[in-house]
């Protein structure tokens, strides 16, 4: 049967007013910054609304066992929980391999995987809708999407040889293109943005975000420093030297006068002013699933949101930031990690031919796949003790024809409800129904 995408005039089910409420309820927390850029267009209201989306999903019953290609295994796995678009890009793993993957784990929690593919797809379809792309031929960037995703999730189950994760020697087009430009940045470039030269030495800029700390608030950082130190594996304190702080500072979250987070800057790997590290210490804020779709023996396993963040990014990535680690501050879980210079993001607006776009999408696919397997070899932690990527397999197996119509469906329906849906965001932020964070 034809696909028969569902339009933005038809939003079935839901009067304004009882949406209305959803979204307020679903963005409470979010601050004013964070509003003002969601309503820029939908896309923007999409990305920054992973709150809305899981309660949607949870509602539905999309994450119950017996719906498709969920199971005990499938409905349980670690996934992005925010992954759109804009939530891929180059990084330098702990083997000095610029690798192009996902990045981010603020959302990170265990559930469906079918979240995370139903997200992707229909920012796939929102970003084609805005550039006046058909429905026909949306459906095909979203099953071409679906089938690299397919393909290399069962090259993984049966050998994760076959399917090396996406490097300079490995990757083509623009991802290719992002690695590439993350390669020309350097260590010296951010350091010069970040940091001023003083008596011979480097301290942190302030800078419009910055807050100056007391000796009282400085010594609690460094409290907390420690704690983070003792997350550390002993392979990465060879060098203690590495880790002696030479300043630090507070900063301003986007829309609020608190301090959301704070810069720390370290000898690194050598004596020379070239080899300082920047790292980044930042409160974790608890994901939008365990709210929607809570699983009580994550309390089991983990402390706080800043150890959650940790063991998602490090069961996301395989060969995670060195520098990853995670600690407490007055009861709060804080992530901690390098700023790296070759952090690099995939410019969509950049890509203007048709074909450039289509191969960008079916590498989101393979680099999804290649996320949700990426714990394969390693010490497996309790929450998700079996290989995922052999579970999805097995799953994706049973109804291989489904899967890409599936997505397709959901991806033109979810698009078609985010336009509506940031329609009436746009006039809650401007009649102020939002609380001023």
């Known amino acids: ?29 979010a601050p004013e910054g964070a509003l003002r850029r969601m309503a820029g267009s939908p896309a923007a209201f999409f990305r920054g609304a992973a709150p809305l989306f899981h309660h ?61 593919l139903k997200r992707c797809a229909a920012s796939v379809a929102l970003l084609g809708h805005a550039r006046g792309l058909s429905d026909a031929r949306i459906t095909e960037l979203v099953r071409a999407f679906a089938a690299a995703y397919r393909e290399h999730v069962h090259a993984l189950a049966s050998d994760a040889d076959t399917a090396p994760p996406c490097t300079l020697d490995t990757a083509d087009g623009p991802l290719l293109a992002v690695l590439r430009a993350a390669r020309g940045r350097t260590r010296a470039g951010l350091l010069a943005s970040r940091t001023e030269r003083c008596d011979g030495e480097r301290r942190l800029a302030v800078g419009h975000d910055g807050v100056e700390l007391d000796a009282a608030a400085r010594y609690t950082i460094l409290a907390a420093f420690d704690g983070y130190l003792e997350t550390l594996p002993e392979s990465s304190l060879t060098r203690p030297e590495a880790y002696r702080i030479k300043d630090v500072v507070g900063r301003r979250g986007t829309g609020t006068a608190d301090t959301e987070s704070y810069d720390l800057l370290l000898e690194g790997g050598s004596d020379v002013l070239e080899s300082d590290v920047v790292l980044t210490m930042r409160r974790a804020r608890t994901p939008s699933l365990a709210r929607y779709r809570p699983l009580p023996d994550v309390a089991e396993h983990v402390r706080h949101d800043g150890q959650l963040a940790v063991l998602a990014r490090c069961a996301l990535q395989t060969h995670a930031d060195p520098w990853l680690g995670w600690t407490a501050l007055d009861g709060a879980g804080l992530v901690v990690g390098e700023v790296s ?92 129904r939002f609380p001023v964070r």
């Not at 969920?70 to 391999?97: M, N, P």
């Open 341 to 432: 210079p070759y952090t690099t993001g995939l410019d969509w607006s950049g890509l203007d031919d048709p074909e450039e776009f289509a191969a960008a999408v079916v590498g989101l696919g393979r680099v999804t796949a290649a996320a949700h397997a990426a714990g394969d070899g390693k010490a497996r932690h309790p929450l998700v003790p079996f290989r995922p990527e052999r579970a999805i397999d097995a799953a994706l197996a049973a109804d291989e024809d489904g899967f890409g119509p599936l997505l397709a469906d959901f991806a033109h329906s979810c698009a078609a409800r985010a336009r509506a849906d940031h329609a009436l965001f746009v006039e809650l932020l401007r009649d102020g």
């Open 56 to 116: 949607d999903l949870a509602e539905s019953g999309a994450g119950a066992q017996g719906t498709p290609y969920l199971d005990e295994r499938t409905a349980r796995v670690w996934i992005h929980g925010d992954l759109h678009a804009g939530s891929f890009g180059g990084y330098l793993d702990a083997t000095g391999r610029l690798v192009f993957g996902v990045t981010g784990s603020g959302e990170s929690y265990v559930g469906p995987f079918t979240w995370d």
């Open 1 to 29: 049967m034809p696909h028969a995408p569902t339009r933005d005039t038809a939003r079935p089910g839901q009067d304004t007013a009882r949406r209305d409420g959803e979204i307020l309820a679903a963005l409470d927390t």
